[in-house]
């Protein structure tokens, strides 16, 4: 008896790599488990191992390329509207790469609690996700004043809120939603930066002068919104 649906599709063998690897990893531990394993595991050879991943380390990840592809391509064909809010949106796209695989996420979450090499590594992850968005915000107002400035404080805002969302969905064992979670997180990013960085201020001539008094151990960024009201204040007022 034939099956009518064909042949079962074999998986991509970076998948089947990358499963393997985890799987030894929850059984083994990380730093007990050896590249030679791995491969035994999955039945190829060692450079086919490399040639998909440069080291352990990137096979815990291995989604994280396809997302960063996804979130460049995503922000290349943003239109003209609050860059903020674009931004905000691709971080969304990683929200959705973990939420795909919620069991597989709730692992590895507890997997690079256990192993500091694998924190470092998700931290340079982190890093380059943010690079991405404070580069793309920084093109979007080239030429204002602190463009760089305001693309990296804005960026790391919105990467340190997506984490909070995403971390506390992880803690609790991938239950509930975690976009509600994420969400939340973001709209303070929204409300903190959305107008406000819309339009960056324009150069102040020679004659300006702002002086902005704020308490001790206030926070940066509310010390950054502050200069931001200050500098908008003035405007208003020259041009009325």
């Not at 943010?130 to 693309?151: I, N, Q």
């Amino acid at each position: 008896m034939t099956d009518d649906r064909g042949p079962t599709k074999k998986p991509p063998m970076r998948d089947v790599l990358a499963e393997a690897a985890f799987a030894l990893f929850m059984e083994r531990g990380f730093e007990r488990t050896t590249v030679d394993d791995i491969v035994a595991s999955a039945g190829v050879g060692r450079r086919s191992f490399f040639r998909y991943f440069p080291s352990k380390e990137d096979a815990v990840f291995p989604d994280h390329e396809r997302c960063l592809a996804d979130m460049t391509a995503f922000l290349e064909a943003a239109g003209e509207g609050d860059p903020v809010e674009a931004v905000c949106e691709a971080a969304r796209l990683v929200l959705r790469m973990y939420a795909e695989k919620p069991e597989f996420s709730v692992q590895r979450y507890r997997l690079t609690r256990e192993v500091p090499g694998l924190r470092t590594y998700e931290l340079s992850v982190v890093r380059r996700y943010e690079r991405t968005m404070a580069g793309y915000m920084e093109r979007r107002w080239s030429g204002a004043p602190d463009a760089a400035l305001r693309a990296e404080v804005i960026a790391a805002s919105v990467v340190a809120a997506h984490n909070n969302g995403l971390r506390s969905w992880l803690r609790s064992g991938g239950r509930g939603d975690a976009g509600a979670e994420v969400d939340r997180a973001l709209e303070l990013v929204r409300a903190v930066w959305g107008s406000a960085a819309e339009h960056p201020p324009a150069p102040a001539t020679e004659d300006d002068v702002i002086v902005m008094i704020a308490p001790k151990g206030a926070p940066m960024w509310r010390v950054v919104q502050r200069i931001e009201s200050a500098f908008g204040e003035e405007r208003g007022a020259t041009e009325r």
